[in-house]
């Protein structure tokens, strides 16, 4: 296996590991934790994330490739300097930046789950659906019952 390369770690064309080769080339331990992490049948095409060094190798301290297409404008450092609790930043920020696990955002990445909201049976539990339930139920003086319910602190 001197002449192996990382693609031949896996079968592109069914989404698998090449167990073969990987019990081959790595200790039982470690082959074991290989085979046992999912390749993911979503991705269709693998893409360049990392430079190679001037010597031709990959590290952790290689640049990554382009990644201006993740960049969203705005003012993110206004977040950060308010003057309040870093968790309601962090999570006005995640609001800012559509990544809350909302039942709808959860389905777009990959993960089998209704799209029904726990709390009020409606059919659409996204961003929006989640912050004026929440905004709502704050300004109507009921947020205090709700937390009751749900164990919300």
Same mark, same amino acid.
């Not at 039982?28 to 046992?36: C, F, Q, T, V």
């Not at 777009?108 to 139920?137: I, M, P, R, W, Y």
């Given at each position: ?28 331990? =470690? ?29 952790? !301290? ?27 930043? @962090? ?13 709808? /955002? ?16 409606? @059919?659409?539990?996204?961003?929006? !659906?989640?912050?004026?339930?929440? =905004? ?5 003086? =009921? ?9 919300? /602190?």
């Amino acid at each position: 296996m001197n002449h192996a390369s990382i693609n031949s770690l896996m079968d592109p064309y069914f989404k698998r590991w090449n167990e073969p080769v990987v019990r081959q080339v790595f200790s039982e331990d =470690l082959a074991s934790k290989i085979l046992n992490t999912p390749l993911f049948e979503q991705i269709q095409q693998d893409t360049l994330i990392w430079k190679a060094e001037k010597n031709g190798r990959y590290s952790v !301290h290689s640049e990554l490739v382009d990644l201006s297409h993740l960049h969203k404008p705005g003012y993110w450092d206004r977040i950060w300097k308010l003057k309040t609790l870093l968790k309601v930043k @962090n999570l006005i920020w995640r609001m800012c930046r559509d990544c809350l696990p909302t039942r709808v /955002r959860l389905l777009d990445k990959g993960v089998d789950c209704t799209t029904q909201c726990v709390s009020c049976d409606s @059919n659409h539990e996204d961003l929006s !659906h989640v912050f004026f339930s929440a =905004l709502l139920l704050f300004r109507s003086g =009921l947020w205090q019952a709700y937390g009751e319910r749900f164990k919300v /602190r």
